[in-house]
């Protein structure tokens, strides 16, 4: 069974500003499900790497993908100890002074061992996934995913479990001596936002369905 | 001198889509300008870690900061190898079939070795460097930054050196056999979007300084 508290450990329990950490489960994966590019961190040959990758959740897994001709997806598929990290940006804290200033975020950090989805049902039904996190309803727009195609995608699974979620929300916390400074202090709200769809040139003219008018990501602001 | 260039090197050469690539140092400096936050990856005991991280462009280094009491500060003042990548989110792409669905994006790796700036005038010029990369010319508002405030940030400046960009624009690129399909293809754009700033109360009523009105991030998708 699931817990619905995360599992942290030494490795995630945050360290500083502690207040801004929480391990509950639901708030992670409103995170998780609101994002869109994940920043993936694996060690080579004595170099951290970080890479931006699409990614999406699958229930209490992760779900990664890339070519089986990836470096990188080839590592993690070995089985190289991975984090994934997720931030989502809220707003700019203006303080009266620099050291005050700060960013509005939520954060969730996941480590673990990654693991490669053999089954090829399995990884049809995470590559779904994956488009579905994008766009929701998009899959049953499509096409199936042919065996060729499932043949040259490398999809991991990553479990949820050992992981931190890290937010900061509301206005600046000036030092008292600041707070009489002729200076405008306050946040400036930051959001993800669409403009009109661009269709590919055979489709100028279609409707645009509206899984694509209609998309927006969900948002709970703690 | 700095070369226009970036430094490619076996660490930094992109091995898939390498057409996506590039090393032009301008175009790099166009990203981290529009970004706001790094995802900063190390290694501690063997697990890698990518933490979130406010960042700022000071010509040819990139400045990064936090607390003199925290554990990742401390690792990348003590010269463990870093990875700092940027990521900007420009459009879904929508293809006809799962496995051409795709991200537009920007984004810029850098690797190196981090270097903690002593010089306490230049921690308080890499200080400016970072709020007035969040909110260009919000420094000149400012009172300085206090002795006390410099002896309590941990300032490291990261050379833009070895580095890579990497980006994807324009539309799906579908299989020719699923073009006649009847499912609608193109790209959503993405971009990141303010609403009205909400003032602390003690900023209620008081002109918002235009710094913070006018507050845009200079776009330059390609």
Redesign the interface.
Known sequence: MISPQLTTTD?TTV??AAERASDDRAAAYAVLDEG??A?????V????????M?YGRDGDRLILH??V???LMRGLAGGL?????V?L?DG?V?A????H???N?R?V?I?GDARRIDDPDDVSAA??A??DH??PG??A???E??PA?IR??LVLELPIDEASLKARTG??R?DEA??D?P?????????????????????VG????ST?AG?SRPTQIP
């Open positions: 490795r360290k500083r869109l590019v920043h993936v961190g694996i060690q040959d004595g170099q951290p790497f970080v890479i931006p699409v890339g070519s001709a990836s470096r100890p991975v984090c994934v990290t931030t940006v700019l203006l009266r002074s620099a050291f200033h700060s960013m975020y954060s950090v480590i590559l779904d994956l488009v994008l766009v998009r899959v727009e499509l096409r995913s042919t195609e040259q995608t206005g600046p000036d600041d707070l400074l200076v405008w202090a306050g946040v400036v709200p930051l959001h993800l936002a669409t403009t009109e769809p661009v269709p590919d040139p055979g489709s279609h409707p645009v369905p694509v998309w």
